[in-house]
Every structure is written in C-alpha cells, then in structure tokens.
C-alpha cells in the first residue's frame, strides 16, 4: 500500500518546465493541431457532403446542409458497382481477402525471419541487408515483369490464388520480425530440445507465442494496408470488386444514382471498418516496444 501511495504521490507532482521548454512545447502542440485539422477536415467535409442533395452540392460546396438527406447511405449500399456487386459485397470480399492476404504475409515472414536469425547457414547474414535495401529502393519498374509471371502461374484475375503474391516473405514485417526474434533468448528452445521437442514444435509452441505481440501488431498493419490497397487489386484482380477498387471505380456508377454526395457516403462506408479496428487496437498499433523473454 505505501508504494501504491508513493507512486500516486510521484505522478502528481506537476513537471517543472524552463521558459524555453515551454515555448517549445507550445509550438510544437500548436503545429500538430494544424496538421490534425488538416486530416480532419476532409472527413468533416465528406460527411456535410454525403448528407445533401446533389443540387444543394452544386450550389453549396463548402456550407452545411440545409436539408439532412440520410436517404444517401441507403442509396450508397444499396447501389450496385461494375459486374453488378454491391457496397455490402465488396465489403465482405475486402474482409475475407484482407485476411488472408495479412494472415500468410505474416505468417511467411515469421517463418523466415526465425530461421535466418535463429539458424546459421552460409550466407544467412546477407538476407537481412539485401532486405533492408529492397525496402529502400523503389520496385515500380519490376511491375511488368510481376505481372508476367502471375500470369504465367494461372494467379492473375484469380482471387483464391492471388493472397500468394503477398507471401514473399522479405519485406516490411520481416525486417521487423528479424530484431525482435534476436532479442529472444536461444535458451528456451534448448530447454524444449531437451525435453524432446522437434524444431516444428519450438516454433509453434515456444517462438510464436513469445513474439505474439510483434506478429499481431504487423498483422494488424498489414490488414489495414490490404484493405486500402486499391492499385495491387486493380491491377492484378481486375473484375473482382474489393471495397477500395469498388469505390475506385464506382464514382461514374454513383453520378447516376444521386451524384457526389452518395459517393462520398460510399467513401465514409468504406473508411468505418478500419476506424472501428484502430480504435479497438490502437495501442497495439502505437506500441513501439515489444517486449521478450529472457534478453541474450
């Protein structure tokens, strides 16, 4: 109780501040306000917009709405797209295909990024530079020849084989995976070898769970980012109707079916998802330290 008390006591004490820190401070507070305004505005925008008429749009742009038409967000879900899909089915096809698409990613490079660190083999030292310069080079040009051989492998335009594209193993959540599974302690799975487990067994019994927090912040990432991948699906899927390539594509659909502002309430539908998931998880988003076991 009395190092309850004293914590308590610690945490109360106001933070003593020089004149210059302060200024820094408030200048600093005051530019990230801005920019936060500026982030805010657009969906502040969109969503004024999704509740007017077209007419009032026109002749309105920037004001409020006079007349709160709500009728809009029926009109967005119920809407059909290009091959006759509406906002409700791309949603789930976003869902399943982002799952899967973050679920093997990970998956893929947690293998990986095990057996380089944790296993010595010629040449395991350079998988992890080559990686690091892969991420910093920009890989539009090899788009082309990408597409040639997911073509070549019956991948392209094929949404149960397409996840496989996302599987090479060495990008971000490698890179990731490789410091944090060498900050785990190589005794733990002498301990389990001991006992007579196998490598498999180490893995998903030992490893897995220990880097659980790694993995589940990079699969929340990574499902986030195919659920807003709008250009890989487009260009490898394209007559299947994800939300972000729906939406893309769904803006000539919408002028007919109540112009901009049910487009825009398409576009607010669309973001809901990934607001609730931040939401529910941003502190696993956030979290910049990812702690371990026993540190060699």
């Not at 090899?142 to 051989?149: E, R």
């Amino acid at each position: 109780m009395k190092n309850k008390l004293a914590n308590k006591r610690i945490k109360r004490k106001k933070i003593i501040r020089t004149r210059q820190e302060k200024i820094v401070l408030a200048v600093t507070t005051a530019i990230f306000i801005v920019y936060s305004l500026t982030l805010i505005y657009p969906f502040v925008w969109a969503l004024f917009t999704s509740l007017k008429t077209q007419i009032e749009y026109r002749n309105n742009i920037y004001g409020l709405p006079e007349i709160w038409v709500f009728k809009n967000i029926g009109k967005a879900l119920s809407t059909k797209g290009e091959g006759g899909t509406t906002l409700i089915g791309m949603f789930f096809n976003s869902v399943w295909s982002s799952f899967v698409c973050a679920f093997c990613g990970v998956f893929i490079s947690t293998m990986t990024a095990y057996i380089i660190t944790k296993y010595r083999f010629k040449g395991s030292k350079l998988f992890l530079p080559i990686a690091l310069i892969l991420q910093a080079l920009p890989l539009v040009g090899t788009m082309p020849a990408m597409v040639g051989v997911v073509k070549t492998l019956g991948m392209y335009d094929n949404p149960l084989l397409f996840w496989i594209v996302w599987c090479g193993g060495f990008g971000y959540s490698f890179v990731i995976l490789c410091g944090y599974f060498k900050g785990v302690s190589w005794e733990y799975a002498e301990a389990a070898f001991i006992d007579g487990a196998s490598h498999t067994a180490v893995f998903f019994k030992i490893m897995v769970p220990l880097a659980f927090p790694a993995i589940f912040s990079l699969f929340l990432v990574s499902f986030i980012s195919a659920w807003n991948d709008y250009f890989t699906m487009y260009l490898y899927l394209p007559s299947y109707q994800t939300l972000a390539v729906g939406v893309y594509r769904w803006e000539k659909i919408a002028a007919q079916n109540g112009g901009t502002p049910v487009y825009m309430a398409a576009l607010l539908l669309s973001v809901i998802p990934v607001m609730i998931l931040y939401a529910c998880f941003q502190k696993t988003l956030m979290s910049t330290s990812l702690g371990g076991g026993i540190k060699e």
